[in-house]
Nanobody, 113 residues
Framework: QVQLVESGGGLVQPGGSLKLSCAAS????????MGWYRQAPGKQRELVAT???????NYAGDVKGRFTISRDNAKNTVYLQMNSLKPEDTAVYYC???????WGQGTQVTVSS
C-alpha cells in the first residue's frame, strides 16, 4: 500500500501562483511515475502532469508553460508549481502513482478574484 498526502491548495487570484506538494509513504519501492490529476465540478478527472523516477515529464496542453512538475526522490515527494493561474484551473487536484495506481485525498485549488 502507498499513502499519499497532498498539501498546498487554497484560494488565489487570477495570475497568481500556488505550489502543491504530495508526500508518499508505505510501499514506495513500487512507485515509478507520480503525477497530478484534477477534477472540476461537473467534469471528469483529467491529467495535469506526470513525472517518472528518471525525471521525464508530461503535461496537459493547457498547462504547458504555466505549470512545472518536479520530484524529490529522497523525500518521496512530488511538487506542482502552478503559475499564471486562471479561473478555469479551479478544481480539486489529486496526486497519483504509477504503475499501480494510488490516489491522494485531493486538495482544492480555487482561482478567483
Amino acid at each position: 500500500q502507498v499513502q499519499l498526502v497532498e498539501s498546498g491548495g487554497g484560494l488565489v487570484q487570477p495570475g497568481g501562483s500556488l505550489k502543491l506538494s504530495c508526500a508518499a509513504s508505505g510501499s514506495i519501492s513500487s512507485i515509478n511515475a507520480m503525477g497530478w490529476y484534477r477534477q472540476a465540478p461537473g467534469k471528469q478527472r483529467e491529467l495535469v502532469a506526470t513525472i517518472t523516477s528518471g525525471g521525464n515529464t508530461n503535461y496537459a496542453g493547457d498547462v504547458k508553460g504555466r505549470f512545472t512538475i518536479s520530484r524529490d526522490n529522497a523525500k518521496n515527494t512530488v511538487y506542482l508549481q502552478m503559475n499564471s493561474l486562471k479561473p478555469e484551473d479551479t478544481a480539486v487536484y489529486y496526486c497519483m502513482t504509477l504503475p499501480r495506481i494510488y490516489w491522494g485525498q485531493g486538495t482544492q485549488v480555487t482561482v478567483s478574484s
